[in-house]
């Protein structure tokens, strides 16, 4: 997979942790706040069709699916953490052309959510959107 460039985000999903309640368990059944998972957009046929990544112009955006590792990288201090598909999301055709910097770096479209405890690892939580680049290496 050739890393994509984008936003990443944050997203709760099954049991309580940090600012989440309990929620579902995601798309895969698996899915938890304090875990070092994430939402991938093209995880299924159905997950594409709900996402729409290619509303915004992202196209090379691989079909991944439940359990598959994404090593996501924020561009602000390059930190790097690697976690495993657990739902669908983020919903990318809703914040088309969205732009996140921090200082010369820069990422446009959501392309991944992380769980909370995956996202604090690179960055706070109160940031909430930080531009990043997402690979499988």
Same mark, same amino acid.
């Given at each position: 997979?050739? &890393?994509? !460039?984008?936003?990443?985000?944050w997203f709760c999903c099954g049991n309580a942790w940090g600012p989440c309640g309990s929620t579902g368990f995601g798309a895969c059944g698996t899915c938890s706040s304090g875990n070092y998972q994430h939402a991938w957009p093209n995880a299924s046929d159905a997950c594409l &069709? $709900? @996402?729409? #990544?290619? &509303?915004?112009g992202i196209t090379g955006m691989s079909r991944r699916t439940c359990g598959y590792r994404h090593y996501t990288t924020n561009l602000c201090n390059n930190a790097? $953490?690697?976690? @495993? $598909? &657990?739902?669908?999301? #983020?919903?990318?055709? %809703?914040?088309?052309?969205? !732009?996140t910097c921090c200082g010369s770096a820069c990422g446009s479209n959501r392309i991944i959510d992380l769980t909370p405890a995956a996202y604090s690892v690179i960055a706070s939580l109160s940031t909430g %959107? !930080? #531009?990043c680049s997402v690979d499988s290496v």
């Open positions: 997979m050739v &890393a994509l !460039r984008g936003e990443v985000s &069709a $709900i @996402t729409r #990544p290619h &509303a915004c790097r $953490i690697g976690t @495993t $598909i &657990a739902d669908c999301g #983020p919903q990318t055709d %809703l914040w088309c052309g969205e !732009r %959107l !930080r #531009p």
